[in-house]
């Protein structure tokens, strides 16, 4: 039957029908994958109704996406029409392309779950940031067990398309033969596809606008905005028609800079600077200082709000340090959290810092402990040039890098290198060598809490947890008790100051649309009788080490930096960013975000995880914090733009 349908219709015009029906019902079948897939338990206060409209705009963006990809297939066939008798190139240049085509939106599809597992939204140009170490990216995604369900579904689906757009090009090219074309037909047929073309690359028959992200938003909840919209809109609409910021200072830059100087409580006459004097109560004291930056590590994974305890022996640490519960990371990746760490600076918004702002050093504690006469080493798991952290940070003050080229290859268990409690035990063992006489500073990178997980098995701790993600932070848990346990051994312990904080959080359900558990890490500072046990909860974020650790050090310093000095002083609010997305908390407990993206704004309680939407009651608050964490990205940038950045 369909055959006879054939009879009435030009090759191309078939051809174009068929391939469009199957990469709608194709995208549809990815939409409801990942539905089922995804879907929080957040989603049960949602109403059908609102979830089916959610799948009914989807089909919009489908639309749209399909037409795309059958633009040039559609032109090619239709010349087809008139050529296929002399040669077939154009017809076998439209079967390829059609198939790549495709390919390649099975490839965005499959790729976009773990992307949206991890980051919490739809692929975007933020996946290219690592694009300068392709091959270290694909062994953590090939690596990575939990993501080749992912791999096998695009490999199924691409072999399904390749069969199905064989066999649409064989059935409907069976009739291209000599005589049987009818030319004024074609044309005609051709002029009347034009106008559905536009219609599906508008995505909608409103003549006042054409699809865009804003159509997804169906209400409060983030995951249901998301359904309707497809990842290859997403994707390539960030890459080719978001425009890449070309800087040029603010007009009102005056008015940001004047605004961070009285965050940071600076007086006197108006200049373009924040610097200010950090003085010391009495004479520097050189003590060591190792900073541990542990990956994933959220506040989340710490039994806080109901959820599992996954950190005893760290839980156990931290009874008896320092501990500021309302820290916050500055970004969402690991390079976020060692630029800010490092340099104390916030995150930029979609910039990757430890490559781009390489001008000069930044006000570290590497460079100055290094004036110090103070041995610095930097410590990593894996390669050192992945994400350019080694030039960075020797840059900045680090001297010495210990890394995966310091052990044998067999003893890299996944792509994120050698497990952390090899990585602290090799760490000591440096500490003990060398100029011993000189004090050091070491800032730790661990990587076994990351993707692909893998447990060490030669080892006596044995992890307990239902899924291999959360038996990885339980060991990395224990190699943490373990490097402490043995650090206690050292002649160095007792004059040894110990930092530990998350190089950023990890998405968990029910912590907002820009989940707020991938910010809220731990600090924690640990120095045998030297601190004491303590909870503060005043706010702080990563740019604020750099200064505290200079006040326990009475290390006097012109502060630069974007970091304040936690046992002295407060925060007005903090702020930090998510690729696209800005977030601000304050000391009421409000906590303020905006998705630009969706065009999404809302003001929440998040001390108790509150998932009503206050703005529109507390309106002033939020623009507030609004206008605030925006005038300190400002200031931020137009002195890393002035200073530090390279390009």
């Known amino acids: 039957m369909l055959k006879r349908l054939f009879i009435y219709l030009p090759f191309f015009i078939s051809a174009t029908a068929l391939l469009f029906l199957l990469e709608f019902l194709t995208l549809n079948l990815c939409r409801i994958t990942f539905y089922f897939l995804f879907k929080p338990a957040s989603l049960s206060d949602v109403s059908s109704r609102t979830i089916l409209w959610a799948f009914r705009m989807g089909l919009e963006f489908d639309m749209m996406i399909c037409t795309y990809a059958?633009?040039?297939?559609?032109?090619?066939?239709f010349i087809n029409e008139f050529v296929y008798v002399k040669t077939k190139v154009v017809y076998?240049?439209?079967?390829?392309?059609?198939?790549?085509i495709f390919w390649i939106y099975a490839l965005v599809s499959?790729?976009?779950?773990?992307?949206?597992?991890?980051f919490g939204n739809h692929l975007n140009?933020?996946?290219?940031?690592?694009a300068e170490s392709p091959g270290f990216v694909l062994r953590l995604i090939f690596g990575n067990i939990s993501y080749y369900g992912y791999l096998i579904f695009f490999l199924v689906v691409a072999f399904l398309k390749f069969r199905t757009i064989r066999w649409i090009f064989k059935l409907a090219g069976e009739r291209l033969e000599p005589g049987k074309r009818a030319l004024a037909r074609n044309i005609i047929s051709f002029v009347l596809l034009v106008p559905f073309m536009i219609a599906g690359a508008r995505g909608r028959l409103s003549p006042k606008s054409t699809s865009h992200e804003g159509l997804a938003i169906m209400g409060d909840n983030l995951f249901v905005n998301q359904i309707a919209l497809n990842p290859n809109f997403t994707l390539f609409r960030s890459l080719f028609f978001q425009k890449v910021k070309n800087y040029s200072v603010p007009a009102d830059i005056d008015k940001s800079i004047a605004f961070a100087r009285n965050y940071f409580g600076i007086r006197g006459v108006y200049e373009r600077s924040i610097t200010r004097r950090q003085k010391a109560d009495s004479a520097f004291v050189p003590y060591n200082v190792v900073i541990v930056c542990m990956e994933s590590m959220s506040r989340y994974k710490m039994g806080i709000h109901n959820r599992p305890d996954l950190t005893p022996r760290f839980n156990e640490l931290i009874r008896q340090s320092v501990l500021f519960d309302n820290f916050f990371s500055s970004g969402i990746h690991t390079f976020n959290g060692l630029f800010s760490t490092c340099a104390a600076y916030p995150s930029m918004l979609t910039e990757q810092g430890l490559r781009r702002y390489t001008k000069k050093p930044f006000t570290t504690l590497g460079n100055l402990l290094l004036?110090?006469?103070?041995r610095t080493y930097l410590a990593l798991t894996h390669d050192p040039v992945f994400d350019n952290m080694e030039g960075f940070f020797k840059l900045n003050g680090y001297s010495n890098t210990i890394s995966s080229y310091d052990f044998s290859s067999s003893r890299a268990i996944s792509a994120t290198g050698v497990p952390d409690h090899e990585l602290f035990d090799l760490f000591i063992e440096r500490m003990n060598s060398g100029e011993t006489a000189k004090p050091f500073l070491g800032f730790i990178m661990t990587g076994s809490d990351h993707g692909p997980w893998a447990v060490p098995d030669d080892i006596p701790f044995k992890p307990t947890a239902e899924t291999q993600e959360m038996r990885s932070t339980q060991y990395a848990d224990w190699a943490i008790g373990e490097f402490m346990r043995k650090a206690r051994m050292q002649k160095w312990y007792k004059n040894t100051l110990f930092v530990f904080l998350g190089d950023h959080g990890y998405a968990v359900d029910g912590t907002y649309d820009m989940?707020?558990?991938?910010?809220n890490i731990p600090l924690a500072l640990d120095m045998a009788k030297k601190l004491w046990a303590d909870t503060i909860h005043s706010m702080g974020y990563q740019p604020?080490?750099?200064?505290?650790?200079?006040?326990?050090?009475?290390?006097e310093f012109e502060n630069n930096t974007f970091g304040i000095n936690l046992l002295k002083e407060k925060h007005p609010f903090v702020f930090f960013t998510a690729d696209d997305k800005v977030g601000c908390v304050d000391n009421d407990g409000f906590y303020f975000y905006e998705l630009h993206a969706q065009n999404v704004i809302k003001l929440r309680k998040y001390r108790d995880l509150d998932q009503h939407d206050y703005y529109k009651e507390y309106m002033s608050r939020a623009d507030s914090l609004r206008a605030g964490g925006k005038k300190m990205l400002d200031a931020a940038e137009f002195f890393i733009r002035q200073n530090y950045f390279s390009y």
Not at 70 to 77: E, K, M, T
Not at 92 to 100: D, R
């Open 70 to 77: 059958l633009f040039l297939p559609a032109v090619l066939l």
């Open 515 to 519: 989940p707020l558990s991938y910010h």
């Open 92 to 100: 076998y240049t439209a079967l390829s392309l059609t198939l790549i």
């Open 371 to 374: 004036k110090k006469n103070y």
């Open 544 to 555: 604020d080490v750099t200064a505290t650790v200079a006040g326990i050090l009475n290390l």
């Open 125 to 130: 140009r933020q996946a290219f940031l690592w």
């Open 110 to 118: 499959a790729a976009d779950m773990p992307f949206f597992k991890q």
